[in-house]
């Protein structure tokens, strides 16, 4: 396997857009990338989306992206991993260019959120869950949060307020972030007051969904160099996997898959926890959040509030989280949430940040999930 380096990165705002299609916000993001990196065109598209077919009506979005926006013809397809579907297209284009297959690849990440609305949204979001056993008994993602919240508040002895520095932090973030959805501050306390979704997950601790896409463009390590004056290395990429169904699950409190994609990063990166200079971790929930970082390592168990809790995840934090607002601020455009992981990442390490730059940033590690820790996809990135 031989270097990969990021080239080139492009992204349109998160939100609600009414006027534009699937099509159009995906090739404002190609182009952005493409004119980031100087380039014309690439070898191949690697597209990742979740619900193209049940939000938009629309499969087969690699022939149609490529073709509307210029790149007809490349080796393209769609990557689909529920939530973790931008991670596994970032996957996907990285080992093109790294086993020598492909020499440049644009992954894209693109959902169109709004297409469908209400209970028909919901519908449509479930078809990641367990049809048999989760999504016909009436579970939704937000209902399966909110049983872990529960569990892990009884199992460890936390209350509500313990996790709200979660959202404060991203909401501080995104609001620095032009690109956010939701750019308004959360106030100590009104976490525990906002209007209850599925008990104990509320309005402030669920993000939203959201229309957006993303780009990153993927080159070999030798030719990177050539082509702009600060690439960004794909040091580690891994993947894993837990079962489906949550019930199946050995231990509710424990994202085996997280836990595995870390491993497996760190060792293909020859880095250490000590290394990581900011984490871009998949918060759609607050849980989520404290899970992620005790399997990950960076908390023992039961104790990944804390980090949140003692102010350690800011900018200026020994660990900054989401620095761009995260899914809870930036917005969940679902299978793009990984790409625009991989944009703000870039961002932080070329030092082009702006008001959200973490000081001196080398290494940066993110991670997509998909289900409630179904899939994992961890990246490591590095200049």
Known sequence: MRK??????????????????????????????????GLKSVDALYVGNAYGASFSSQSQLGALIADYSGLGGVETFTVEAGDASGGAALRTGYLAVASGAVETALVLGVEK?????????????NVSLDADYEAVQGATLTALAALVMRRYMHEYGVDLSAFENFSINAHANGGKNANAMYRNQIKPGAFARAPMISEPVSLFDSAPDADGAAAVIITS?????????RPVEILGSAAASDTLA?????????????????YRAFQQAGVTHRDIDLFELHDAFTILSALTLEAAGFAERGQGWKLAKDGQIGLGGELPLCTFGGLKSRGNPVGATGVYQAVEAALQLRGAAGANQVAD???ALI????????????HILSV
Request: net charge negative.
């Open 4 to 37: 990969a380096a990021i080239i080139g990165v492009g992204q349109t705002p998160v939100g609600e857009h009414w006027d534009a299609s699937i099509r159009m916000i995906a090739a404002d993001a190609v182009q952005a990338a493409l004119e980031d990196a």
């Open 113 to 125: 959120s709004t297409d469908t609305v209400s209970t028909a949204h919901t519908r449509a979001r």
């Open 221 to 229: 390590g030798e030719r990177a160099g050539d082509l702009v004056p």
């Open 246 to 262: 949550l019930a199946e699950r050995a231990d509710l409190l424990d994202l085996s898959a997280v836990r595995a994609s870390v």
């Open 361 to 363: 940033a080398r290494v």
């Open 367 to 378: 991670q997509n999930i998909g289900g409630f820790g179904s899939t994992a996809i961890t």
